[in-house]
Each structure stands twice: as structure tokens, then as C-alpha cells.
């Protein structure tokens, strides 16, 4: 497991360009048949990767419980929520299966003891996106599809961030006790993601860009409005975006990311706007 440590804003003013990277970037998110952890002291967000190939992978395979998190499984005090961005699979809860196509999402509640992944095909492997928060209670297991998520579209192409923002783990949409996720898929001809920016004094973000074509790539923009930096990112990886930092984000050409939020709230539209003028 990578263990990230939060850093300040005053600290953070003084990073180049690799000591940033290092911090905030996650670069690798998907090999076979491992997890992949990396374990974020901002609001004790985790978020993993798992790509089964070869065989059935459990959430535990190559994470010391003890060590990292003080329980007896990964669960006991913790809610998860995944996206499938790869081919057919299927994860079991404690004995349940869940079939899961490209961009259906799963909310897995605290308490569940045994997750399993599988692909359905070694040829077209599944690739399941993870989230995970500290949780209180259980809230229901809930498999959402694509298409029911709540679709709400924003923007458009004469400012080139027409999108739409799909919500999926949501307070519209299900219960939980502070994880919230979704997607917004670009359309074609649009570059800028969350355009004016914000933060939110209450709340992280981690950000998983997806469907980046071949030779594009993403620039994220991070740091204090007054004081920005940016990562160039490339297709399949994820930036963490601790409450002091605005998060946004212009491709080379259109893309698609998972948003996943945790902190003391859930209420989606508790930010502060930054006016643009004002950014530096």
C-alpha cells in the first residue's frame, strides 16, 4: 500500500514539478491480477484499482489489514464505491454476485467482509475503479447502471464544456454515511471539466480520468485559486485533491472522469466559487 501524507498549502507553494506528482498523482491503477492502494491521510480517503485476468481477486490480496487500517478486514469500518471501466465482470459481497458492465457502478456498505473481483473474459478484462471512506454504519449494498444514474448536463460547446454529470453514488440517488462518486463524460469538442473552479473547505476530492484518447492527454489544475500548479495526466490515472485546492481540468481532446468526495458533508453543491478573473 502507498501511504500519501496531507501537505499544507504553504508547503505546497514551494513543490516542483516531480515533488507534486509524487504527492497528489497516482499513476498506476491497473495491473494483472493485483490490487493496486493507495491510502490518502486527506479524510482517510483509500482508492484502489483491481484488474482480474487470471483469477478471482479478493479487496485483501496484498494489503497488511493490521498495519494500515487496525481492523480485521478492509470493510469493518469502511464503505467502498467502484465503477467497472474495462470489460464484463462481476464482483461477490459476502456471498452475492454483482454483474457489472463498462461504467456500472456498485456501493458496497461497511461491514462486508468478503469482495471479490472477476472478469468475465481474460481477453477483455474488467477493470473496477475503488473509492473508499470511513464509515459509521452500514447503508444498503446498491448496484447502479449507467443508465440510471441521475444525468444532469452542464455547460456548453461555445465555452468547450458541454458535459454531462452522471450521479451515481448520490444523495438523490441512495444512502451513505459521507462517500459520494460520480461521472461526467465530455462531449466532443469540449476540453474543460468543473469550469468556473471551486473547493470546498469541507470536503476532498479525487479525481480518475478515464477515456483519454491514444497521444492526449489532461492537464490538472490544483492549488490555492491564487497560487496554481498543474499534472499532466495520461489516460487511466487519478489525482487526489486535498479541501484547500481547486480541482479542474483541460484535455488535448474530450474525455471522461469518476469524481469521488468524502469529508464532513454530502450536500453535492457545497463549494466555493472561485470567480475566474480571480485565478492565478
Request: glycine residues 6%.
Given at each position: 500500500m502507498d501511504i500519501r501524507y496531507s501537505c499544507g498549502p504553504k508547503d505546497f507553494s514551494r513543490y516542483n514539478t516531480a515533488e507534486t506528482r509524487a504527492e497528489f498523482l497516482i499513476e498506476t491503477l491497473f495491473t494483472p491480477d493485483e490490487v493496486q492502494c493507495v491510502y490518502s491521510h486527506v479524510d482517510r480517503m483509500v482508492t484502489l484499482g483491481v484488474m482480474p485476468v487470471h483469477e478471482t481477486v479478493s479487496i485483501d490480496k496484498g494489503i497488511d489489514i493490521w498495519k494500515n487500517f487496525g481492523t480485521h478486514f478492509f470493510l469493518e469500518r469502511r464503505e467502498l464505491g467502484l465503477f467497472n471501466v474495462g470489460g464484463p465482470g462481476s464482483v461477490c459481497v459476502d456471498g452475492k454476485t454483482y454483474a457489472l458492465g463498462y461504467k456500472d457502478c456498485l456501493f458496497i456498505g461497511m461491514g462486508a467482509k468478503e469482495v471479490l473481483f472477476a472478469s468475465d473474459s481474460a481477453d477483455a478484462p474488467a477493470k473496477f475503479y475503488m473509492a473508499s471512506a470511513p464509515a459509521h454504519?452500514?447503508?444498503?449494498?446498491?448496484?447502479?447502471?449507467?443508465?440510471?444514474?441521475?444525468?444532469?448536463?452542464?455547460?456548453?460547446?461555445?465555452?468547450?464544456?458541454?458535459?454531462?454529470?452522471?450521479?451515481?453514488?448520490?444523495?438523490?440517488?441512495?444512502?451513505?454515511?459521507?462517500?459520494?462518486?460520480?461521472?461526467?463524460?465530455?462531449?466532443?469538442?469540449?476540453?474543460?471539466?468543473?469550469?468556473p473552479v471551486h473547493t470546498h473547505e469541507r470536503r476532498m476530492e479525487v479525481y480518475f480520468y478515464f477515456e483519454v484518447p491514444k497521444d492526449n492527454v489532461v492537464f490538472h489544475f490544483m492549488g490555492q485559486p491564487q497560487e496554481t500548479r498543474h499534472i499532466v495526466m495520461q489516460n487511466e490515472q487519478a489525482v487526489i485533491s486535498p479541501s484547500w485546492s481547486i480541482h479542474a481540468g483541460a484535455g488535448t481532446s474530450n474525455y471522461t472522469f469518476i469524481w469521488a468526495m468524502a469529508g464532513e458533508n454530502r450536500a453535492f453543491d457545497d463549494m466555493d466559487e472561485i470567480p475566474t478573473p480571480q485565478v492565478r
Amino acid at each position: 500500500m502507498d501511504i500519501r501524507y496531507s501537505c499544507g498549502p504553504k508547503d505546497f507553494s514551494r513543490y516542483n514539478t516531480a515533488e507534486t506528482r509524487a504527492e497528489f498523482l497516482i499513476e498506476t491503477l491497473f495491473t494483472p491480477d493485483e490490487v493496486q492502494c493507495v491510502y490518502s491521510h486527506v479524510d482517510r480517503m483509500v482508492t484502489l484499482g483491481v484488474m482480474p485476468v487470471h483469477e478471482t481477486v479478493s479487496i485483501d490480496k496484498g494489503i497488511d489489514i493490521w498495519k494500515n487500517f487496525g481492523t480485521h478486514f478492509f470493510l469493518e469500518r469502511r464503505e467502498l464505491g467502484l465503477f467497472n471501466v474495462g470489460g464484463p465482470g462481476s464482483v461477490c459481497v459476502d456471498g452475492k454476485t454483482y454483474a457489472l458492465g463498462y461504467k456500472d457502478c456498485l456501493f458496497i456498505g461497511m461491514g462486508a467482509k468478503e469482495v471479490l473481483f472477476a472478469s468475465d473474459s481474460a481477453d477483455a478484462p474488467a477493470k473496477f475503479y475503488m473509492a473508499s471512506a470511513p464509515a459509521h454504519r452500514h447503508c444498503e449494498d446498491r448496484l447502479i447502471r449507467i443508465e440510471d444514474a441521475a444525468k444532469k448536463p452542464l455547460g456548453s460547446l461555445e465555452t468547450s464544456n458541454k458535459r454531462v454529470i452522471n450521479q451515481f453514488i448520490h444523495p438523490d440517488v441512495l444512502e451513505t454515511c459521507q462517500l459520494s462518486m460520480g461521472m461526467t463524460v465530455l462531449e466532443p469538442g469540449s476540453v474543460w471539466n468543473t469550469m468556473p473552479v471551486h473547493t470546498h473547505e469541507r470536503r476532498m476530492e479525487v479525481y480518475f480520468y478515464f477515456e483519454v484518447p491514444k497521444d492526449n492527454v489532461v492537464f490538472h489544475f490544483m492549488g490555492q485559486p491564487q497560487e496554481t500548479r498543474h499534472i499532466v495526466m495520461q489516460n487511466e490515472q487519478a489525482v487526489i485533491s486535498p479541501s484547500w485546492s481547486i480541482h479542474a481540468g483541460a484535455g488535448t481532446s474530450n474525455y471522461t472522469f469518476i469524481w469521488a468526495m468524502a469529508g464532513e458533508n454530502r450536500a453535492f453543491d457545497d463549494m466555493d466559487e472561485i470567480p475566474t478573473p480571480q485565478v492565478r
